[in-house]
Every structure is written in structure tokens, then in C-alpha cells.
């Protein structure tokens, strides 16, 4: 892979006379009127000071769920009506509310808001969620380090069921593999495009713990024990290969452990309460056959469900091994084995599975979420767990001093149980305790630039210390092939300038930027430190409009790759990041592709004159004496209501007709604003003259926005399609989204 080049005002490379074509103005209507959201619908969490679980020294709060004998959730206590105790001893509740987080149900099915216009159209664009809009935010954990080449297949099939059928606009969604690298915590999204990806990347962990079945096959293997099965009781080295196993066992138990450590700490940023669901095939802690073991990961469980539960992270778990058969299978091979024997086979299979959940179970119950065992409905499981975010308890009393305090240099682990005190049967799950160290103390400062830097960076939420805006733009070249060519716009007012005696403003700042390949390995990556100094009018520029980095990867395989860069401003140490997402077609398939979408806005008084080539956009900007507004650029996608925007594609392997030796292709502009069609322009038939590469075709055209369109996010999509292909693959689309300002 060829190292990156990152520089500031690199010219973008991608060929603009290709998008020269003479564009067609088509005026944008008014969007039609929207529903305003109730409040409930939009917020995640109260947004006071009592919505964060917290520990200090003048409050323990936590959250808990409480439901009747028929498991439905209540939510009408009173204070008086429950009992909190720490370590046995009753605390005085000084702080109680009840926080809803359902919603009513949209007023379109999940099918159809999914389903494209046509059987054969493109896909809606997805709608970029503000914060106050999240309802649910869910990290899907998949422990491809454990599970079984079986198990895999399901999980696969239920997380895309839940994608289809299960997720709502208003959630946002990760899903994420403990075998990944740091790159595998992709940015939550909305964005089912992005979790699809994600989804075909959950494949059998050869390396892992997890084997081909759910179980161990009684007797040999052909592959000598490769596959997990069992030795003979004749084997002198069956001892040493037990503890082989087991120290294997335990060592990935202890990863999986620590990739939802790691994803617990980037949810702890977020406000609200969060919920992790792993799927798994079972972390043991104990074992009947070695009750000494254990130590290492029950104490690697404590310290991780102690940090989720200062996160507010509730961690549901689910068994992917479904309801299994603990008998005799065909797999099975008792050749030459006694019937006591293989008794005594089956009754360690039978023990090893009911040991393997126990990790599950206690992730589920320290944290208040629910253990989902022996069910052949992993997508029903799913919809338990989402059936149980609807709401919450939060309860806090004043701890005493002496929570706090040392023992032997060691903080004590605080056990907490909930009474209800009202006639019936009530089923309560709650944080079943904590450490004893305030938030402050357990939260790491970030002191040094490198930790900053990499903090922001392998956070999945973006920094915005310096504010960021990157736009990832894939394309395909004869000579380079597939690249991705990404700009960064940095709102340079967020920089710090100090003036010369010249007069000149000077900045230092340090980049650093990392390309993920889709299972988390780093593809390409860059550091660098950069001072500029600016005078005079070029100061007052660049104070405006901000500076643009392009960054160009050449990428040599399909698949789907994240960018990440942070910016740390050595001056005032604000740190800003930003994350993109893009999928990198094959080519080589020969399947109709739709490029990354580049655009720029044109003022009405310039697009009415002619100003419309991108290729010649500085010289007809200069003959028509017109200053270019730089947030109407490529990189930052402001619009003003009136401007047009001008949009170019390429658009690859369209098919050739063997009669004239031609494509017969057509492209359409569309508008969505939340998810819901604005806009839907003409048909355009492509414009085949000036095209030297029929395989590599170019198209360009432009919308001019209302002067009454209401300000805010939408998301314009390019939609081609090939008259020549084959129905199922004669459309492509692409996608960017844009703001439109007063």
C-alpha cells in the first residue's frame, strides 16, 4: 500500500472536465410540511444534571428496571414505595424520577420505510441523527473470538433481520467483532448501508476459542485434535493438552472481555443510558473440574461491569448456541470406548455448557440487563432487549464516608440490592454494585498531546474541540485504480493564531490520520505536525473559510474501510476528529458503479450567467467578478436558499450495446430531508460525446434550490440507471449529504 498524501490546498485530482457537461436547471419545490416530534420521541434521557448514572462522594446513583409477575414494566413508584441498601444496610433516597424512552411507533412500517421506490430502485438515504434525536443507541457485540463456525451463520441471519425489520430510524446502532482491531468499533450510525457491511464481515474466527460445533466431538478427529475433539482416556498427554486448551480457553475469555471494555469506554461519552448485547457461545469462569481457576477472569468481569456501570451501559447477553442437543450426536465417534466412559463424556459435555453461561449470566445481572440462554430465536431475543429499553429508574441516596475508604491499599467492591415495598410480586434488575471510587478517580486524563490525539481517534464519536467536517469521495482510475480521496475542512477560527511583528498569524497544529480496513487492521496511516503563517488579506480568508487537507488512498482491494483523523491545536490543546465511512466496489466484476458525488454551489446570479463548468469554475468565477463563498464547497456543503448545486459522477461498467457500440444510460437527481423524499428530478439522458473511456463514463448536471426551502440537513442522491443491464442490476445510486442555511 502506498503511503498517503496528506497536504494543505492539494488540488483535487479527480478529472473535472469530465463533469463539464452543460447542466440542467430544475427548479426545487417547497418540502412538504413535517410533524413536529414530541419531546419524548427525541430524547435518549432526561437532559438535567440527574440523567447520568454517577458515583461520588456526596451521591451513589443508579438505574433500575422493575417489572410485575407478568413482565411488564412499572413505572408509577413513588420513593417511599422502595428500599435501596449498600452491603446490607438501608440508605435514605434523596434522588428518584423515572426516565421514559419509548416512543410511539412511526406511522410507517420498518418495511416500508426500508423498501426502495420500486422493486429495482435505489435504496432511501439514510438520515444523519442529531444527538437530542437518538433514542436508542445499541452496540451489537458480536464474540467471533467464541463463537462456533454453527453458531455464526444464525447470528449472522439475526443480525440482519434486525436491520430489515427491527431497527428504528431514531436508534443508533454499532456492531462490532471482538476479534477486530480498534478500527472494528466503527462510528455509530443510522446508516444501514454501513451496518450491512459490517454484518458480512461476522465470518468464523478460525484463531478463536470457538469450534466448528458448539461441542467437542466425543473421540478423535481426522485433523488430530485441530477441531477440539476430545482425547481418549489411553492418550498420555491428555492432561497437557487439557491445560493447553483451557490456558487457550481462558486467554481468549479474557479478550473478548477486553474489547467490551474497550467499547464501554467510548460509550461512556455519550449521555443516557446505552445497552451492549453480546452474542456469544459462553465465557466460563469456573469449573467443576478446577475450582481454582477463574481468579483471573471473575476479576476481569468485576472491573468491567463496574465501569459500565458508571457508563450507564446495561450489557445484555445471548447464548448463540440456542437450545442444544447435550446427548449423543452424529459427529460423535465412541468407537472402542466403554459405556462408562462415554457417560462420563457426556456428563463433562453437560457441565461444560451450563459453566460456559455462567459468565453471561453474571455480565447480564451485575449490570441490569437480561441473559437470553437456551432460545433457538436469536432475532426474538433481539426483540426482547429492545422490548426492555423502554424506561428506567433512577435512585440515589448519599453514600456514607466510609464507601470510600481503603483497605490494605484497596478499594472495596459495594454490593446493592432494591426492595419494592407495594403488595404484589415485582421482578427488579439493577447494577448489583460498585467499587469504591468516585467517577473523578476513574476517569484517566488525557495529559499528553499523544493521548489526546489518540483518544480522539479511536473514540467512535467525534472530538469537536476544532470543528471538522470530512467528506470521503471513492473513484476509479485505468492507470491508479480504486482510490478513496477524502477532504477535511477545519473551521480555522478554532485554531489558535499568534501574531508576528510582521503582522503575520501563525498556528501549530498536529494531524494524524489512519485508514481501517474492514476487519479493523490499519491500511495506511500518517502523522504529522504543520505551522502555517498567514498575512493580511489571506489571514482573513482562511479565518472565514477554513483550510481543506486532501487526502488521497489508493485502495487494492474491494470492501469497506473507515477513515479517521484528529487534529490537536498545540496552542490551546482542543482537539477535534472525524470519521468517514466508504465502501469500495469491485470493479473487475463488471457491475454498473456510481462514483462519490463531488459538488459545489453556485449563487443564483452566477448560475442564471452561465457560471455552471466545474472544470472552468475559477476562470468563469473571475469573469463574472464573482467572489466564491467557500462553504459552498466541495468540503463543507453549505448552501444558501436560491444557490444551485452542481453534482458530478463518474459511472462505471455501464453496458454496451453491439449494435452501435454505445451505453444508453440515465441519471436522476433526488432530494430527502429525514429520511423523506423533497425532490425527484427528470430523467437525463447521458451526454455521450467527449467521452473517451465508454467504461468510465462522466455525468454532471444541476439543481437550484427554493428560495422558500426551510434550512436544515438533507441528503442529495444521485440515482443511474443502464437501459442495457439486466433488471436486478440495471440501477446504481450514490449519495452526500448538504445543509441548506438562510
Known amino acids: 500500500m502506498k503511503r498517503s498524501c496528506l497536504a494543505v490546498a492539494l488540488i483535487l485530482q479527480i478529472s473535472l472536465s469530465a463533469f463539464a457537461q452543460q447542466p440542467t436547471a430544475t427548479p426545487v419545490s417547497k418540502p412538504a410540511g413535517?410533524?413536529?416530534?414530541?419531546?419524548?420521541?427525541?430524547?435518549?434521557?432526561?437532559?438535567?444534571?440527574?440523567?447520568?448514572?454517577?458515583i461520588t462522594t456526596n451521591l451513589v446513583q443508579v438505574d433500575a428496571v422493575v417489572t410485575d409477575s407478568k413482565g411488564k414494566p412499572v413505572t408509577d413508584l413513588r420513593p417511599e414505595e422502595v428500599e435501596i441498601r449498600e452491603d446490607g444496610r438501608p440508605q435514605k433516597v434523596t434522588n428518584f424520577s423515572y426516565v421514559a424512552l419509548e416512543s410511539p411507533?412511526?406511522?410507517q412500517p420498518a418495511k416500508s420505510r426500508d423498501k426502495p421506490l420500486d422493486k429495482t430502485g435505489a435504496p432511501i438515504p439514510p438520515v444523519r441523527l442529531r444527538p437530542e434525536q437518538v433514542r436508542r443507541t445499541i452496540a451489537l457485540v458480536v464474540d467471533d473470538l467464541g463463537l462456533s463456525f454453527e453458531s455464526t451463520y444464525f447470528v449472522r441471519e439475526a443480525l440482519k433481520k434486525f436491520l430489515d425489520q427491527q431497527m428504528q430510524p431514531d436508534d443508533l446502532v454499532a456492531i462490532v467483532r471482538t476479534g477486530g482491531g480498534i478500527g472494528a468499533l466503527q462510528q455509530f450510525t443510522s446508516d444501514k448501508r454501513q451496518l450491512y457491511a459490517?454484518?458480512?464481515?461476522v465470518k468464523w474466527n478460525l484463531s478463536g476459542r470457538g469450534q466448528v460445533g458448539a461441542f467437542a466431538p466425543i473421540g478423535g478427529d481426522p485433523l488430530g485434535g485441530a477441531l477440539g475433539g476430545d482425547a481418549t482416556d489411553a492418550d498420555p498427554d491428555r492432561q497437557t493438552s487439557d491445560d493447553i486448551d483451557q490456558f487457550r480457553e481462558d486467554l481468549f475469555a479474557i479478550g473478548t472481555l477486553g474489547a467490551l471494555n474497550y467499547i464501554v469506554r467510548g460509550l461512556r461519552e455519550l449521555p443516557g443510558r446505552k445497552s451492549i448485547v453480546l452474542i456469544s457461545d459462553g465465557i466460563k469462569i469456573f469449573s467443576s473440574s478446577d475450582l481454582s481457576r477463574g481468579t483471573r477472569i471473575l476479576t476481569a468481569l468485576r472491573r468491567l461491569t463496574d465501569l459500565a456501570n458508571r457508563a450507564s451501559v446495561v450489557i445484555y447477553t445471548m447464548d448463540a448456541r440456542g437450545l442444544p442437543v447435550l446427548s449423543m450426536t452424529a459427529s460423535d465417534n465412541t468407537g472402542g470406548m466403554t459405556p462408562d466412559q462415554i457417560e462420563e463424556r457426556l456428563s463433562s459435555r453437560r457441565s461444560g455448557f451450563f459453566e460456559s453461561q455462567s459468565g453471561l449470566l453474571?455480565?447480564?445481572?451485575?449490570?441490569?440487563?437480561?441473559?437470553?440462554?437456551?432460545?433457538?430465536?436469536?432475532?426474538?431475543?433481539?426483540r426482547r432487549v429492545l422490548e426492555d429499553q423502554k424506561g428506567y429508574y433512577l435512585i440515589g441516596y448519599r453514600p456514607d464516608d466510609s464507601t470510600f475508604d481503603s483497605v490494605a491499599g484497596r478499594r472495596k467492591f459495594h454490593k446493592l440490592s432494591l426492595?419494592?415495598?407495594?403488595?404484589?410480586?415485582?421482578?427488579?434488575r439493577m447494577r448489583n454494585g460498585f467499587y469504591g471510587i468516585t467517577d473523578d478517580e476513574a476517569v484517566a486524563v488525557r495529559r499528553t498531546p499523544i493521548q489526546q490525539l489518540l483518544g480522539a481517534l479511536t473514540s467512535p464519536f467525534g472530538a469537536a474541540g476544532v470543528h471538522l467536517r470530512l467528506t470521503s469521495l471513492f473513484a476509479n482510475d485505468p492507470k491508479l485504480g480504486s482510490f478513496?480521496?477524502?477532504?477535511?475542512?477545519?473551521?480555522?477560527r478554532d485554531l489558535t493564531f499568534t501574531q508576528g511583528p510582521d503582522g503575520s498569524h501563525q498556528s501549530v497544529f498536529e494531524v494524524v490520520a489512519i485508514t481501517f480496513g474492514d476487519?479493523?487492521?490499519?491500511?495506511?496511516?500518517?502523522?504529522?505536525?504543520?505551522?502555517?503563517?498567514?498575512?493580511?488579506?489571506?489571514?482573513?480568508?482562511?479565518l472565514k473559510g477554513g483550510l481543506v487537507y486532501h487526502v488521497f488512498v489508493p485502495v487494492k482491494k474491494p470492501g469497506a474501510y473507515q477513515l479517521r483523523v484528529a487534529l490537536r491545536d498545540q496552542a490551546s490543546a482542543r482537539v477535534g476528529s472525524a470519521t468517514q465511512f466508504v465502501e469500495v466496489p469491485d470493479i473487475k466484476k463488471n457491475r454498473l458503479t456510481v462514483s462519490g458525488i463531488l459538488t459545489r454551489g453556485i449563487s443564483p446570479q452566477a448560475f442564471k450567467s452561465g457560471v455552471t463548468a466545474l472544470s472552468n469554475q475559477k476562470q468563469n468565477s473571475e469573469d463574472q467578478g464573482e467572489e466564491r463563498d467557500?462553504?459552498?464547497?466541495?468540503?463543507?456543503?453549505?448552501?444558501?436558499?436560491?444557490?444551485?448545486i452542481e453534482y458530478g459522477v463518474s459511472i462505471y461498467n455501464a453496458q454496451i450495446e453491439k449494435a452501435s457500440g454505445k451505453p444508453n444510460v440515465q441519471f436522476q437527481a433526488r432530494l430527502f430531508r429525514n429520511g423523506q423524499p423533497v425532490f425527484a428530478g427528470k430523467q437525463i439522458p447521458l451526454d455521450l460525446s467527449n467521452q473517451p473511456d465508454l467504461k468510465r463514463l462522466s455525468a454532471g448536471a444541476a439543481i437550484q434550490l427554493g428560495t422558500e426551502m426551510e434550512p436544515g440537513e438533507y441528503v442529495l442522491q444521485i440515482v443511474v440507471t443502464d437501459l442495457l443491464a439486466k433488471e436486478k442490476r440495471r440501477v446504481a445510486s450514490q449519495w452526500i449529504d448538504f445543509e441548506i442555511i438562510k
Open 34 to 54: 413535517e410533524s413536529q416530534r414530541s419531546e419524548t420521541q427525541v430524547r435518549s434521557a432526561p437532559q438535567g444534571d440527574d440523567d447520568v448514572v454517577r
Open 105 to 107: 411507533e412511526p406511522s
Open 198 to 201: 459490517a454484518v458480512e464481515k
Open 362 to 382: 453474571y455480565l447480564a445481572q451485575q449490570t441490569g440487563g437480561l441473559a437470553i440462554r437456551n432460545s433457538n430465536d436469536l432475532s426474538g431475543g433481539i
Open 419 to 428: 426492595k419494592v415495598n407495594r403488595p404484589g410480586k415485582f421482578n427488579v
Open 484 to 492: 478513496m480521496r477524502s477532504l477535511l475542512h477545519i473551521r480555522a
Open 519 to 542: 476487519n479493523g487492521t490499519v491500511i495506511d496511516e500518517i502523522g504529522r505536525t504543520h505551522t502555517i503563517t498567514v498575512k493580511g488579506k489571506t489571514y482573513e480568508r482562511i
Open 630 to 644: 467557500p462553504t459552498a464547497s466541495a468540503a463543507v456543503r453549505q448552501f444558501q436558499r436560491g444557490y444551485a
